[in-house]
């Protein structure tokens, strides 16, 4: 369980969140929606630990954020951002080999495969199409071992096949692990999630 508790964030003089607070099951899929400029993105990168809040709370599994330290958040939530920058032209295997194998989930196989990044193992990763590199980007994120998945935007460069394709294995994972989507195209993935927190 995610509980968000009095979560205030500003940007300079743009309050953004006001003492949200919400709370989020596990396992299950949650889609986070809301219009442009509504902190969907802010709101799961302060779950993720890229943000930190002005003020208020933010507990995973009865556990404070703030008093852990980072190697022990990453054990608890994994995140795939909007657009992961690929600096440096390692190949997909290299990237993948940085989660180190004691540290993969066991679904870590289902998520190559609905993905379909096998076939992509051997290229360098700045030479990939942008769909590409955010699929290598999402399955980073998934293969992880963590109580839950935050994922940001993962449909933006995806055709309808692969974006199909990735609705099912969110659906899968969320019957074993919480799951949670910031998402812009809702009205036609809504069906996929067993919860929807919309964001004004």
């Known amino acids: 369980m995610i509980e968000i508790k009095e979560l205030t964030f500003s940007r300079g003089k743009n309050l953004i ?19 442009n400029g509504s902190g969907k993105t802010t709101l799961l990168q302060l779950i993720g630990g890229v943000l930190k809040p002005d003020s208020g709370s933010i507990f995973i599994n009865g556990y404070d954020l703030s008093e852990l330290k980072t190697k022990e958040q990453a054990a608890l939530r994994s ?16 990237i993948f080999e940085i989660i180190k194998v004691k540290n993969r989930a066991a679904h870590a196989h289902e998520v190559f495969d609905a993905l379909e990044v096998h076939d992509l193992l051997r290229l360098r990763v700045t030479e990939l199409s942008l769909g590409q590199q955010q699929r290598v980007s999402v399955a980073l994120a998934l293969i992880q071992s963590a109580g839950y998945y935050l994922l940001d935007e993962p449909f933006s460069a995806q055709d309808s096949d ?39």
């Open 17 to 35: 969140l006001d003492r949200y607070s919400t709370v989020i099951q596990s396992p299950g899929a949650t889609l986070l929606s809301g219009p």
């Open 162 to 200: 692969f974006a199909q394709k990735m609705l099912d294995l969110i659906s899968s994972l969320s019957k074993k692990t919480g799951v949670l989507v910031v998402s812009h195209n809702t009205g036609q993935i809504e069906s996929y999630f067993q919860e929807i927190i919309h964001l004004s």
């Open 79 to 94: 995140i795939a951002p909007q657009r992961r920058i690929f600096e440096f032209a390692f190949t997909v295997q290299e």
